[in-house]
């Protein structure tokens, strides 16, 4: 048909126009052959062309899982290659410290805690050791204000019967104490002792930080001389002492009524005293006189607890003149229903007090009618009636 059109076109004749087969296009061929294609497939249109779509989602999906594996392999390279360049860097790095010194934890070292300025001096004739704390400088840090309430304990190892604190010394890193603690060691004892002297960041409400400590052997003093020194403070021992748990009670005195007002609140942290791990703990409360039991109250007993809440008051009929000469003993006791009671702890304040219990004494008595609460850590009764008996030896344990 197409050539006899041409011809025609050639010759000049009219081309014969009344033919009804139309001309084959590639527009037509290409939907045919997929209609014929389709037709030949023995299922419905739609399961077909849901066919087709799951296929060219797979084939989505595995490219796409072929181009994410590939950046990671790339990026693992890249970053392998990071870590022998920062490998070498290091070695290169270590031979320049290392090579004039053994410092293998460069870069390690903890921050300073600073250092105490102390004094030993030791008198055989009386058996007398004298600690003296003159001061520090450069304490570390512990208020969020960039300061301390710094404070020393002191206390002689293994007898421990005695513990001296010098006063508390607010918002300051460089306090001077020039205060001397005396310790009755005898001769025989002091080659096998140790002094002990442990700087605390004061906190009321809370427990008191340490920020270092000094731990002496007596044994390689020369005593033919006092000591007298500087030494960078240490972290503290994982041996401390043991922990006898804490004590917190408010005080409040009113003068012209002469009334003394005790609020035990809580304790925590207390030693157990019972099989199961637990304690029954009640407190007693104590006023001395003049070195003289004179009264005393107690709280309920909590049972199996180690971090009892008592909110219990007691108040004592004091003259302003009786509390310049008054003690009070606080001490925690584990119940027991079929044997004698423990002591857990003891804790006193007032005229023959010192460190924080001296200060939280007369706290109170600069405050009056105003409850001035404090966290205490309980001492041994040893410890607490010892200390009291070195004044006068005629006040024997305040509950017995």
Same mark, same amino acid.
């Given at each position: ?16 126009? $009344? ?5 084959? $296009? ?22 077909? #062309? ?77 058996? /007398? ?21 710094? #404070? ?18 607010? $918002? $300051? ?43 002496? /052997? ?23 002492? /043991? ?9 409040? #005195? ?7 007002? *005790? ?18 703990? #009640?407190?007693? *409360? ?24 008592f909110n219990e008051s007691f108040s004592f009929d004091v003259s302003f003149d009786q509390i310049q000469r008054v003690n009070l ?63 006068k030896r005629t006040l024997r344990d305040a509950f017995h």
């Amino acid at each position: 048909m197409l050539i006899r059109s041409l011809a025609s076109l050639l010759s000049g004749e009219p081309a014969n126009v $009344t033919s009804t087969s139309p001309p084959t $296009t590639l527009s037509t061929a290409a939907p045919d052959f997929f209609t014929d294609l389709l037709d030949q497939i023995p299922l419905p249109r739609w399961v077909v #062309y849901t066919i087709f779509s799951a296929g060219g989602l797979l084939l989505l999906l595995l490219f796409l899982c072929i181009c994410i594996k590939c950046c990671k392999h790339k990026v693992k390279k890249k970053k392998r290659n990071e870590q022998i360049d920062l490998k070498g860097l290091e070695a290169s790095s270590r031979g320049l410290v290392q090579s004039g010194a053994e410092d293998s934890n460069y870069g390690a070292a903890e921050k300073p805690r600073g250092k105490l300025l102390y004094s030993l001096d030791y008198n055989p004739a009386l058996s /007398e050791l004298t600690v003296g704390i003159k001061q520090a400088a450069g304490l570390r840090a512990m208020d969020l204000g960039g300061t301390s309430d710094p #404070y020393v304990r002191v206390y002689i190892c293994p007898d421990k019967s005695k513990t001296c604190e010098t006063k508390v010394f607010r $918002t $300051t890193l460089n306090p001077v104490f020039n205060q001397n603690f005396t310790f009755q060691v005898p001769k025989a004892v002091l080659a096998r002792s140790s002094v002990v002297m442990q700087v605390f960041d004061f906190n009321r409400f809370t427990n008191h930080a340490v920020i270092g400590e000094l731990r002496l /052997e007596l044994d390689s003093i020369d005593w033919n001389h006092v000591m007298e020194q500087w030494q960078d403070l240490c972290k503290p021992a994982d041996f401390e002492e /043991e922990n006898l748990g804490e004590l917190c009670f408010s005080l409040r #005195y009113v003068p012209a009524a002469g009334k003394l007002t *005790v609020v035990i609140l809580e304790a925590k942290n207390l030693k157990s005293m019972d099989i199961g791990g637990a304690s029954d703990p #009640y407190v007693k *409360v104590q006023l001395a006189l003049d070195k003289k039991k004179w009264k005393k109250r107690k709280t309920s007993v909590k049972k199996k607890t180690l971090n009892p809440y008592f909110n219990e008051s007691f108040s004592f009929d004091v003259s302003f003149d009786q509390i310049q000469r008054v003690n009070l003993v606080v001490s925690v006791w584990d119940h027991d229903a079929v044997s004698r009671n423990d002591a857990m702890g003891k804790i006193f304040l007032g005229c023959d007090a010192a460190g924080n219990q001296l200060r939280h004494w007369a706290d109170m008595l600069a405050n009056p009618r105003r409850p001035v609460a404090q966290w205490h850590p309980l001492l041994s009764a040893q410890q607490v009636n010892q200390a009291l008996a070195l004044k006068k030896r005629t006040l024997r344990d305040a509950f017995h």
